[in-house]
């Protein structure tokens, strides 16, 4: 017999709308939907989603936060980190002037319309970032090589068409051989040429601000645990002309009342927030981790830091041949189990992956034990378990079946 609407709407959400639910050890991931939002942005989404406001207000106030939280002059939200790069290139190049605004992208003739990144930073995060440089009309410009970056590549790149470098902090980028952001900064500001930062991911507020750069983008809804948005922060002049393109390329990244009120909450909580507290969280789920996993035949696991020094660690397991799965194989298992766990799987062509504590509900920690146990103590292994890791688009083609 069909479930009745009254019945269904007695059912959890993920239930209600037929999804997956999934325990997140692989991180603040937007294909995961990011990361746990904090009570209180929900308590301010909640109060204020009824309401009429202003929004160039709001922003003001949220400017206020934002400046207080960053250490920057000001600051805006906006639909997501890389709507904030997109606009922060965008100011850049137009400053203040609405009708240059209104132009971008096409018609950049008396513009500087160029973007200064260090090659080992071109990275995909699920767009390309060079991409968010071209939306608004600007090119980018790419100084080194993906394993080397010298003073001279970045500083021989600037000219009179130069709008800005951008400085990509990321686990997806190259970690050795690029140069520093304050190495980046000095370049830049020598020549005149404004630094933003793409700190999506990161975790400190501040440090790059206090590093020289005069834009950090950063994202709302990861480890600050707020409503899908972006941050901008850093100087008075460029955020403003950042927020002027809410006016043009921006309107199509527009941010509504409830994720600027959501975002504001998440900034202040985080200021409170127990930061000791949640890394012991982490840590104990880390032990359990090291102490069950080690002892199972076929893994080597160690705990291993944040590569851009986010203070988070997370547990490697390297997956050996005797344990008759690959390192895709098992995480491909560990997916398609109940209830489906979604490892940090980025590096699985290395032979690894990973377990990140920081979206664990409470209890989750032993389940991913106890489900990784059970598949490599079962005696047969299921179909796919020595898969080596394809790069396939056919999925994305599919949607939305």
């Not at 790069?85 to 992208?105: D, K």
């Not at 000791?276 to 080690?294: F, V, Y």
Request: include cysteine; charged fraction near 20%; hydrophobic fraction near 45%.
């Amino acid at each position: 017999m069909p479930s009745t609407p009254h019945q269904l709407s007695n059912l959890p959400i993920r239930e209600r709308l037929g999804l997956r639910p999934i325990i997140n050890v692989s991180g603040t991931m937007t294909t995961l939907g990011a990361s746990i939002i904090v009570p209180e942005a929900i308590q301010a989404m909640a109060e204020i989603a009824p309401q009429f406001v202003e929004m160039d207000d709001l922003q003001r106030k949220a400017s206020a936060v934002i400046a207080k939280l960053t250490g920057g002059e000001a600051g805006f939200v906006t639909a997501s980190a890389a709507s904030g790069i997109a606009m922060s290139v965008a100011a850049t190049m137009t400053g203040t002037g609405l009708l240059a605004i209104e132009r971008l992208p096409d018609d950049t003739e008396r513009l500087k319309n160029e973007v200064i990144v260090q090659l080992g930073h071109v990275v995909n995060y699920g767009g390309v970032i060079d991409q968010s440089i071209r939306q608004c009309g600007a090119k980018a410009i790419l100084a080194g090589t993906v394993s080397v970056a010298q003073a001279y590549h970045v500083a021989d790149a600037i000219n009179e068409k130069t709008a800005a470098g951008l400085y990509v902090v990321a686990h997806h980028t190259v970690q050795y051989g690029m140069l520093s952001l304050p190495e980046f900064v000095e370049i830049c500001h020598a020549k005149g040429v404004p630094v933003i930062v793409d700190a999506a991911s990161e975790y400190d507020l501040r440090r790059f601000l206090e590093e020289g750069a005069d834009l950090v983008v950063y994202s709302g809804h990861k480890f600050l645990g707020g409503p899908t948005s972006g941050i901008v922060a850093g100087r008075k002049d460029l955020v403003r002309a950042g927020y002027l393109q809410n006016r043009g390329i921006g309107r199509g990244m527009k941010v509504g009342k409830e994720s600027v009120a959501g975002v504001m909450a998440a900034l202040e909580a985080w200021a409170v927030r127990d930061h000791d507290g949640i890394r012991a969280r982490e840590q104990s789920a880390l032990d359990l981790w090291l102490t069950s996993l080690s002892t199972l035949k076929g893994l080597a696991v160690r705990i291993v830091p944040d590569p851009t020094n986010n203070p988070l660690d997370r547990i490697e397991i390297k997956v050996l041949p005797e344990s008759g799965y690959s390192a895709n194989g098992l995480a491909i298992a560990l997916a398609a189990g109940t209830p489906p766990i979604i490892v940090r799987n980025h590096e699985v062509e290395r032979g690894h992956f990973f377990l990140d504590p920081c979206n664990l509900h409470p209890g989750e920690e032993h389940i991913v034990a106890e489900q990784i146990a059970k598949l490599l103590n079962q005696k047969e292994r299921p179909e796919g378990a020595m898969a080596r890791p394809v790069k396939s688009t056919a999925s994305a083609l599919r949607w939305p079946d």
